[in-house]
């Protein structure tokens, strides 16, 4: 119990920013299994991180430039301090998006095989962005780079519900659209419904939502609660109402109660989170196996 | 003589500015009962697509009347990992005609409980999609494209892979909604046979070859030679139509 108290007491927000991200992941994460596209999430996590990274060389500085436009100094706007990171992050992902929702239709190569190439180059242009740095600790660049859910502070913890508020308002309010051309894009434009523009808008929430989660809590732990919430819902739901709501309970209990075990026993949280995911994941397939 | 409703006038269909097919004249009146052959690749379902407005034509013109499409996919094309059931299938046909932030009416529903009703598919309504038989999953996609309420039904290859009486049972089905419903149907299939014995109208389709009009017209073993570069043998049986490849007869 003391274990609990202290951590409740010295990282509120850590707690509070895992069910948020674990939420926002899971929620995405079965879209994203369902359209057969798991490797869009982990492509866009390393794309997000390779905008962090960007970020870094300072080449156009977005901050200094936003802050002309409101006549504020960024000293004194908390939210303008470490805008550049989420800003690439969030470009970097959009264009991904915006490039992957346009290859549906073309020929020459699997969409498997876009998203590999993106993958890599996202992955090698990091190390590039990294090894131009200014600053000179590659490892300490890394840790930046990948985001620690110990870490989440007020201010991400705000983001992080705007993300999920934003996110459950656009598949709310535009959930017919969006379930019918993620069910079956042709039928639906053959019906009125403008498949592009609409998977178009699919992907960007996702690249947002992908992307700024990744920025906080880290790539292993956003790409793992993308997957393993969702597959588990699938697994368990007969029903498409509940595969979200066991997806997204998931989301939501499983990172506080690993962030404990963490803690408690001294591990990475973000590795802890993805592994008790992994193990809950693992029991409910042996249960569905042996039920038949 | 139906009014006419559909209209290609020296049309060249294709993607981007690779033509798949040129010199398409077709007139299509209300209720007329269109089949599509010819070979893979030769262009059908850039036709379909054409026809539907999904992707513009190259060269031509393309008039349309105020027509509202029924569309049946190749029920392959549609493998759902989520559990949706049937109903929620159905439903989805009614997504197009109602706004964003507007809820599902019992109008919606009604019209979802008839279309099921229509196709015989009521009892397995709460069924999960991914668990019923091919032809079962081809009779709730007719479902949700009866659910649009259309003018005009279009089917993309429904028997594909279908055992013997799901498909005449799904045959019989698209002519009872020809007939009762009094829709103007396009019925694409690679299955000569069927398709010149239930359609009245046809459109043989290849890269640089297109013929259109009534069956007993169009439908002779040079035509099918032209389309499909192999030999035909057309023979009235009772009176159906047996069309059979040169090599099969031989062996």
């Known amino acids: ?292 | 003589m139906n009014k006419e409703i559909i209209k290609f006038t020296d049309a060249s269909i294709g993607y981007g500015k690779t033509v798949v097919a040129s010199g398409i004249n077709i007139s299509i009146a209300e209720n007329d009962f269109v089949g599509i052959v010819g070979p893979n690749g030769a262009g059908k379902t850039t036709l379909l697509k054409s026809l539907l407005g999904n992707i513009k034509l190259i060269n031509g013109n393309l008039s349309k009347d105020q027509i509202r499409f029924g569309y049946v996919p190749q029920r392959d094309t549609v493998q759902p990992l989520l559990p949706y059931t049937v109903f929620d299938v159905v439903m989805m046909g009614r997504y197009s005609l109602s706004g964003s932030l507007k809820k599902i009416s019992s109008e919606d529903k009604r019209i979802v409980e008839e279309s099921l009703a229509y196709i015989g598919m009521s009892d397995l309504k709460d069924k999960n999609y991914n668990s019923l038989s091919g032809g079962q999953r081809q009779r709730t996609l007719i479902a949700r494209a009866l659910a649009v309420e259309p003018t005009v039904l279009i089917l993309d290859e429904p028997t594909n892979g279908m055992d013997t009486p799901s498909h005449y049972s799904l045959l019989d089905l698209i002519t009872k909604l020809h007939n009762e419903k009094k829709l103007t149907i396009f019925l694409v299939s690679h299955l000569l046979t069927d398709v010149a014995n239930i359609v009245k109208k046809i459109i043989l389709i290849d890269k640089n070859y297109f013929q259109f009009g009534e069956v007993e017209e169009i439908l002779s073993e040079t035509n099918l030679r032209n389309t499909y570069s192999s030999d035909f043998h057309i023979s009235l049986v009772d009176g159906e139509y047996v069309i059979t490849p040169i090599h099969l007869k031989k062996n």
Request: net charge neutral; with cysteine.
């Open chain 1, 1 to 292: 119990m003391e274990t609990l108290y202290q951590l409740v007491e010295l990282f509120p927000y850590a707690i509070l920013g895992s069910i948020l991200a674990g939420v926002i992941c899971s929620f995405l994460g079965i879209f994203i299994v369902s359209q057969r596209v798991v490797f869009l999430g982990a492509v866009l996590t390393q794309v997000a991180i390779a905008g962090v990274a960007f970020s870094f060389l300072h080449i156009i500085h977005i901050e200094t430039f936003i802050a002309n436009i409101l006549g504020v100094s960024i000293q004194e706007n908390n939210f303008l301090q470490n805008f550049e990171p989420i800003f690439y992050s969030l470009l970097f992902a959009i264009l991904t998006v915006i490039v992957f929702s346009q290859t549906h239709h073309q020929k020459y190569l699997t969409q498997d095989g876009i998203l590999g190439i993106i993958f890599v180059v996202a992955i090698a242009v990091r190390i590039m962005f990294i090894q131009k740095s200014p600053i000179a600790d590659i490892a300490e660049v890394e840790s930046i780079l990948k985001g620690d859910i110990l870490f989440i502070s007020q201010k991400e913890f705000i983001i992080l519900a705007l993300i999920l508020i934003f996110t459950l308002s656009v598949f709310t309010i535009f959930r017919k659209q969006l379930q019918f051309v993620t069910f079956d894009a042709e039928s639906a434009s053959a019906h009125g419904i403008n498949s592009k523009v609409w998977l178009l808008i699919f992907y960007i929430i996702v690249g947002t939502g992908i992307s700024l989660t990744t920025r906080f809590v880290g790539d292993v732990f956003a790409f793992a609660y993308l997957i393993i919430p969702s597959s588990i819902g699938i697994l368990i739901s007969k029903k498409v109402k509940n595969v979200f709501l066991i997806s997204v309970l998931v989301g939501a209990i499983v990172p506080p109660i690993s962030i404990y075990f963490a803690f408690k026993f001294d591990f990475s949280s973000g590795p802890t989170a993805v592994v008790t995911a992994f193990l809950l994941f693992l029991i409910v397939f042996i249960i569905k196996k042996l039920r038949g």
